[in-house]
């Protein structure tokens, strides 16, 4: 076992905690998962998330964290290693490979989300939702995204963040930007809950929304939808908390680190919801209002609400926030192999990295206006695209993969040697990845397919 990353490592657990966390955190928590979670029926979808969250996601986590603290390297060279020190065909680090290739694939669209953010932020703190109609706030909307050279500029400003970041390091860069951006975005976070409890009215009828089961609603796709979820709001199946695990302290327990992980990410994607769906109902508009649900409904309830402009405004900073400590971690992977490969630093690493999501993000950017009638699949437009082939077909395939990996194929004496703080639920870990994980990911695969 290495006892040190070249990259740099966290000076503490507790920053692995906040860095994994703030990968975890992100537009996943709070714009995917309310949208999907009304789109699906609320409670009966929430439940299997959570089934996902607790016996496929830990397990993952578990295992990628495990992977990649004993190579201490990127996940591309980490599987390898990992490959051969338990005598398997080095084929594995393909998977970091598909890993890599996923990252590109979720930022590209992802900042143009966290752009189209950066936007709203100025825009509720300028006050123009105040007192404003459905018909407003949508026109509003629609006439943001329609325009190009906006989403286009705010898309580039985010990926410009994202490489000053990783630019700087693991200690100096992304340390420093989990370390103040993360306890901030919990406080604005519980401020916003509330701020939604006392202001809205209707506090209790957003709980009932997301913890009543009404399992008629849900179909075998909204079931592959949940798992998807699972994997993208946990940061899973392509590498991202393996990166991030190279540079954990030696010391510190995995299966606890990973399970508190969870535990946060899943708080924040509840509470979340807690703070729009109340002001959802508030306003008597649509649970199921898709991905416009955070930029049309939100500004729309804030602008009828005391305060609404200076709590929209803090809301949307909070988004932003939460985006870019996830944004860090998609690029991870590659720019640590980059540096690895190349010996190159790491900002030539984060340029080089920076200047292809960006290329391939153009298809996102003109999804919402020159190219909103190219249809790639069906009626999906290729930010719809981008999302629905990662989130539901690679994440939960690479977590499937890794599952695999880590249960079957890797020698017990690396896995002893990481997971000894944590022996006793060595064997339930061992049991949900080798069996749970793998048939469950597998069964929903399959039954989605069929159905469709
Ligand atoms: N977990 C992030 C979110 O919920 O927004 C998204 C994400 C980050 C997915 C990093 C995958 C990843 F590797």
Redesign the pocket.
Known sequence: MKSDSIHGMWSSRLMFVLAASG???????????PYVAGENGGGAFVMVYLACIFLVGIPIMVSEILIGRSARQSPINAMRTAAEASNATSCWQLLGWM?VL??FM?LSF?AVIAGWVLAYIFQLGSGMFTGSSGELAKSAFDGFVGNVWEVLAWFTVFIGITISITARGVSSGLEVAVKYLMPILFFLLVVLVIYAAFTSGHFLEGLQFLFSFDFDKLSWNSVLVAMGQA???????????MAYGAYMPKDASIVGTATLIALM?TGV?LMSGLVIFPLVFANALESSAGPGLMFITLPLAFGQMAGGQFFGCVFFILVAF??IT??I??VE?AIAWIVEKLNTTRLIAALLVGGCVWLLGLGSVFSTNIWSDVFIFGEMTFLDTMDYV?NNII?PLGGILIALFAGWILSSKIIDEELVADRWLYPIWQFLTRFIAPIAVSIVFIMALLQD
């Open positions: 990968s975890a955190v992100g537009l996943g928590n709070i714009w995917r998962f890993g996923a990252g979720i992802y994997f993208f709001t946990l940061s899973l199946g392509m590498g991202a908390i990410d994607a939460a985006a996830s944004a971690s998609l992977p990662t994440l």
